[in-house]
């Protein structure tokens, strides 16, 4: 009898040892927080899918500024070089608050001789922290937890070093692994996690920051247009102060960047990291300052690597990157709850090939693209601008009415004010470009009467209708949404000569035009090419025919403009912006909420 109860009591004994169950979490429900009592994180989650599964961040700013422009000969770091340094291209963590968590369940009665290892697959994109007391030990897929770490549970956090910019080679997914062995017994858990995708802004998200540039002494125009901007950004109710890029040259700052977000969950409420892209332009040095001046605490960058970012094509350039609000495809029946990213083509010329898989690696807003190549600069935000609306949709499309621009003069041409000088800006302020002087003395009479300026008309108003039935048949926007602006357009080389034969090797900068055509540009300063600060719009001031004290077009705008239910202050950009192809949005750039839970909203 007593043989047969101490038998029974070492089966029992050894069944106890064996018996351990591994178990790793994330925040698999999304809800900001581990849950290690309940089974909220337990239920599938080794598995990912967009309602569904923990997500992490990429941890790629430089929160101390330890990252460096320059190497020990004081030469300029290469572009690779530049933005290969950040907050996770060491094993050193910097920044804790973006670290999603992980926590391993206690197993209380291991054996004193088990041990544990964490692991993440693929491992070269992410990196594991154990907090050991008060501090953060990065975890090699050989370091080994001993019992007592078992027995306790382990704390960990996991981030990213990197995004994904091809789905082709990571789409993200990380496959944590907790493996415990005691005795002969090893018994592994999972849970599955996912990169949070970096998403761009739409208008509808509330402005934080305005950026611009700052020029040199010897650009008065822009210290103008950096004084007006600054001062309608203020009764636009933006109190933050301007943030001024240093570039002397290349004021252009709404083309060397499109700014970014990704975002996890986190206890109270969404944890965010900006991350602002460089764009597709490697030989456009201003672009280097996402990195040089941007990059710091809680904004990383990114340098689209790849075909199509040689040299410094305009159809890579970020005014030719915008974002649809929300909304839900009338053609497709998809919805994108985060707005979905509008570019350009130029005929057969396409966007980046390395930006664009880029943008489709994040899944969430796949870019739609329409015709720009008939414009000289070919950018989107040249003819179209989103605006919040009182509407089911809450946004609507500004879009630019040549037709009507050329009918403001005309109707003034008719009234016998054909010898009023076309413009009304100081023509005195500054030597005009190579191209644009002969226009600059023009009258109205004479305005109306070239050919050119009939023929860029017609080009302007043909394209721009194709565009807005594409987008009026995707988004469900109805023509009587829009506000049509009045646009005056003629010849690109008003804006100088056109940059559109190849040079040193490099791709045009330009897209050239179809065969027996020219490619457009604007006559007047173009409102349409505006700010969006929630219900307010900064753009450029018309400098049209003055007539009885009044300048006219800027008249005809200003009443275009009361239909959107918008407050616009206008700003001067003719000699800092206008005279070179481009207008206010194009000289700006907005750092907006990153506060989105995107998760909650597929």
């Known amino acids: 009898m007593g043989s047969r109860v101490y038998i029974t009591s070492l089966l029992l004994s050894s069944s106890l040892v064996?018996?351990?169950?591994?178990?790793?979490?994330?925040?698999?429900?999304?809800?900001?927080?581990?849950?290690?009592?309940?089974?909220?994180?337990?239920?599938?989650?080794?598995?990912?899918?967009?309602?569904?599964?923990?997500?992490?961040?990429?941890?790629?700013?430089?929160?101390?500024?330890?990252?460096?422009?320059?190497?020990?000969?004081?030469?300029?770091?290469?572009?690779?070089?530049?933005?290969?340094?950040?907050?996770?291209?060491?094993?050193?963590?910097?920044?804790?608050?973006?670290?999603?968590?992980?926590?391993?369940?206690?197993?209380?009665?291991?054996?004193?001789?088990?041990?544990?290892?964490?692991?993440?697959?693929?491992?070269?994109?992410?990196?594991?922290?154990?907090?050991?007391?008060?501090?953060?030990?990065?975890?090699?897929?050989?370091?080994?937890?001993?019992?007592?770490?078992?027995?306790?549970?382990?704390?960990?956090?996991?981030?990213?070093?990197?995004?994904?910019?091809?789905?082709?080679?990571?789409?993200?997914?990380?496959?944590?692994?907790?493996?415990?062995?005691?005795?002969?017994?090893?018994?592994?858990?999972?849970?599955?996690?996912?990169?949070?995708?970096?998403?761009?802004?739409?208008?509808?998200?509330?402005?934080?920051?305005?950026?611009?540039?700052?020029g040199n002494d010897s650009t008065k125009a822009q210290h103008r247009f950096i004084r007006e901007l600054d001062a309608a950004k203020q009764k636009a109710g933006l109190n933050t102060p301007l943030t001024l890029l240093g570039s002397s040259d290349d004021w252009w700052a709404q083309d060397i960047m499109?700014?970014?977000?990704?975002?996890?969950?986190?206890?109270?409420?969404?944890?965010?990291?900006?991350?602002?892209?460089?764009?597709?332009?490697?030989?456009?040095?201003?672009?280097?300052?996402?990195?040089?001046?941007?990059?710091?605490?809680?904004?990383?960058?990114?340098?689209?690597?790849?075909?199509?970012?040689?040299?410094?094509?305009?159809?890579?350039?970020?005014?030719?990157i915008e974002t649809i609000p929300p909304y839900t495809s009338k053609k497709t029946g998809k919805h994108y709850p985060l707005g979905r990213i509008l570019t350009g083509q130029h005929f057969e010329e396409k966007h980046s090939e390395a930006m664009m898989k880029f943008f489709r690696a994040q899944r969430l807003q796949d870019p739609l693209v329409i015709e720009a190549g008939w414009l000289a600069v070919g950018h989107v935000d040249e003819f179209i601008s989103f605006l919040p609306a009182d509407n089911e949709l809450g946004f609507t499309m500004a879009v630019s009415d040549p037709v009507a621009g050329f009918n403001v003069l005309l109707k003034a041409n008719e009234s016998g004010y054909g010898t009023v000088d076309a413009y009304s800006a100081n023509l005195q302020d500054r030597t005009p470009p190579q191209g644009a002087e002969p226009r600059l003395n023009w009258t109205i009479g004479q305005v109306v009467s070239d050919e050119v300026v009939l023929h860029a008309t017609v080009r302007a108003q043909r394209n721009i209708d194709s565009a807005v039935h594409v987008l009026l048949e995707e988004t469900g926007l109805t023509k009587e949404d829009l506000i049509y602006i009045p646009h005056l357009f003629t010849d690109g080389e008003f804006s100088g000569p056109g940059h559109t034969k190849s040079r040193d090797g490099l791709p045009?900068?330009?897209?050239?035009?179809?065969?027996?055509?020219?490619?457009?540009?604007?006559?007047?300063?173009?409102?349409?090419n505006g700010v969006v600060l929630g219900n307010h719009f900064i753009c450029a001031r018309a400098f049209g025919p003055v007539i009885d004290g009044?300048?006219?077009?800027?008249?005809?705008?200003?009443?275009?403009?009361?239909?959107?239910?918008?407050?616009?202050?206008?700003?001067?950009?003719?000699?800092?912006?206008?005279?070179?192809?481009g207008d206010v949005h194009c000289g700006s750039n907005t750092l907006r909420d990153t506060a989105v839970s995107w998760w909650s909203q597929q």
């Open 18 to 214: 064996y018996a351990f169950s591994p178990a790793i979490r994330a925040d698999t429900n999304r809800d900001g927080v581990v849950d290690l009592d309940g089974n909220t994180d337990a239920v599938d989650k080794d598995l990912w899918s967009e309602d569904h599964g923990a997500i992490f961040l990429p941890n790629i700013g430089d929160a101390k500024g330890r990252c460096h422009f320059r190497d020990r000969r004081d030469q300029d770091l290469s572009d690779i070089e530049l933005a290969s340094c950040n907050d996770a291209s060491g094993d050193t963590l910097i920044t804790p608050e973006y670290l999603a968590p992980l926590r391993t369940v206690p197993i209380h009665d291991i054996g004193s001789n088990a041990t544990a290892h964490v692991a993440a697959d693929p491992s070269p994109y992410v990196r594991i922290f154990w907090k050991h007391g008060s501090e953060w030990i990065y975890i090699d897929p050989e370091f080994i937890f001993n019992a007592t770490a078992i027995r306790t549970g382990l704390e960990l956090g996991i981030d990213s070093r990197a995004l994904v910019t091809d789905s082709d080679v990571w789409n993200g997914t990380a496959r944590v692994s907790f493996t415990v062995t005691e005795s002969n017994t090893t018994k592994t858990d999972h849970v599955a996690l996912k990169l949070a995708p970096v998403l761009l802004h739409h208008h509808l998200q509330p402005a934080q920051r305005l950026i611009s540039v700052l």
């Open 508 to 528: 045009p900068h330009m897209s050239p035009p179809k065969e027996g055509e020219f490619n457009v540009a604007s006559f007047f300063p173009a409102s349409i």
């Open 258 to 320: 499109e700014p970014a977000f990704a975002s996890m969950p986190g206890p109270n409420g969404p944890i965010s990291i900006r991350v602002i892209l460089r764009t597709a332009q490697e030989s456009r040095p201003a672009g280097r300052q996402v990195f040089t001046q941007l990059r710091g605490k809680g904004i990383g960058g990114f340098l689209p690597v790849g075909s199509g970012v040689l040299g410094r094509r305009e159809i890579n350039s970020g005014g030719n």
């Open 550 to 581: 009044k300048d006219i077009f800027q008249d005809a705008v200003e009443k275009a403009f009361r239909k959107s239910n918008m407050t616009v202050h206008f700003i001067d950009d003719f000699w800092s912006h206008h005279i070179n192809g």
